[in-house]
Nanobody, 125 residues
Framework: QVQLQESGPGLVKPSQTLSLTCTVS??????????WSWIRQPPGKGLEWIGY???????YYSPSLKSRTSISRDTSKNQFTLQLSSVTPEDTAVYYC?????????????????WGKGTLVTVSS
């Protein structure tokens, strides 16, 4: 059973960098053909995909957040990390990490099948 757990500060000041870590258990983040995502949900709004880091280690970001986003991984700890710079109160949200994937190297992404419980990050001075 794959489990994901988000961790990081619950309060970040405007203009600072939000940093969250997702710790994965029950499966390796380098296993073919899984993708490890960050997704957020602002209060009263829908889910917003931020980006993912696939098994290969390359990264893909939402165009609207790309200039402020960095996703990396530590394979020795089986963790992947989100950094979102220059945050504003509009970045206040519950942040989730999740696993998705495809059946083949160039196959269609089938969506997320395992999620962390989410962590609320508030951007406020």
């Amino acid at each position: 059973q794959v489990q994901l757990q988000e961790s990081g500060p619950g309060l970040v000041k405007p203009s600072q960098t939000l940093s969250l870590t997702c710790t994965v258990s029950g499966g390796s983040i380098t296993t073919n053909y899984y993708y490890w995502s960050w997704i957020r949900q602002p209060p009263g709004k829908g889910l917003e995909w931020i980006g993912y880091i696939p098994y290969s280690g390359s990264t893909y970001y939402s165009p609207s957040l790309k200039s402020r986003t960095s996703i990396s991984r530590d394979t020795s700890k089986n963790q992947f990390t989100l950094q979102l710079s220059s945050v504003t109160p509009e970045d206040t949200a519950v942040y989730y990490c999740a696993r998705g994937g495809s059946l083949t190297p160039r196959g269609t992404y089938y969506g997320e099948d395992y999620w962390g419980k989410g962590t609320l990050v508030t951007v406020s001075s």
